[in-house]
């Protein structure tokens, strides 16, 4: 969600914040209907567990994109495993269609161990050195956002700045969450009150709508023209 097709570079290391004494207690599952200009194009189907150790987060997403005229559905699934901090313990990525391809990522190891495999079938290994406290935002996988918010929740409110990482471009960044109050929001056709997170990066402004629940309802960027809205 930083950018597309950027090189693999380190995050250098830099002071860690305390974490909080608080772990994350959010569970859901659902599906999220993805809209470009208007148009549907796809959906994600995942489901997110808590225990008193960790979070896991796994996800099926599909979309269509046109390409050289034609249209081309794109098929990928992603398992995410996090502390209860929220901090990323292991990744993994694939796609499944129309070629195939993958990641593998271990944060545990000390540095960070990437493997990539590309549509030719080659390995790419990566070695990151990266913060033990990392958000983990992969491009297209929408309920990443949901655990964003949550990670949010768990120091106080307020602007809150966050070193992140997006594994499929192998690219660090950095991002900011502030909470915007509770917004009356037009969604599935029905006015709901939800709380508004507002996400920044270099690139883009992310709007978030949330229930009482902590779940993410609509996610919005606006400069793209995506959408990503809940289905009940």
């Known amino acids: 969600m930083f950018a597309v097709g950027a090189g693999p570079r380190a995050l250098s290391q830099a002071p860690v914040s305390p974490g ?4 994350s207690s959010l569970n859901d599952q659902g599906v999220f209907q993805l809209f ?3 148009r549907r194009i ?5 489901a997110i567990h808590s225990t008193a150790d960790q979070t896991s987060a796994k996800a099926e997403t599909q979309f269509e994109i046109e390409k050289e005229g034609k249209p081309v559905l794109i098929k990928t699934s992603s398992n995410l495993v996090l502390n209860s901090q929220l901090a990323p313990l292991t990744y993994s990525w694939g796609m499944k269609s129309p070629q195939a391809s993958s990641l593998e990522a271990n944060f545990r190891s000390k540095p960070a161990k ?3 495999r590309t549509v030719a079938g ?3 290994d990566r070695d990151f050195s990266l913060l033990p406290d990392i958000v983990l935002i992969d491009n297209n996988v929408f309920h990443h956002f949901e655990l964003l918010a949550e990670r949010y929740r768990l120091t106080p409110g307020g602007k809150q700045v966050f070193r992140a990482f997006v594994p499929q471009d192998a690219l660090p960044g950095e991002l900011s969450v502030e909470g915007k109050g ?3 929001v037009k969604i599935r056709g029905q006015s709901e009150e939800l709380q508004h997170l507002v996400v920044t990066t270099d690139l883009a402004q992310i709007d978030l ?3 009482d629940q902590r ?18």
């Open 122 to 124: 080659e390995a790419d």
């Open 182 to 184: 509770k917004d009356t």
């Open 20 to 23: 909080s004494a608080l772990a």
């Open 114 to 116: 990437l493997r990539y």
């Open 215 to 232: 779940h993410l309802q609509r996610l919005l960027i606006g400069a793209a023209q995506l959408e990503a809205v809940r289905e009940r």
């Open 42 to 46: 796809g959906s994600e189907t995942f």
């Open 209 to 211: 709508w949330l229930d």
């Open 36 to 38: 470009l200009a208007g």
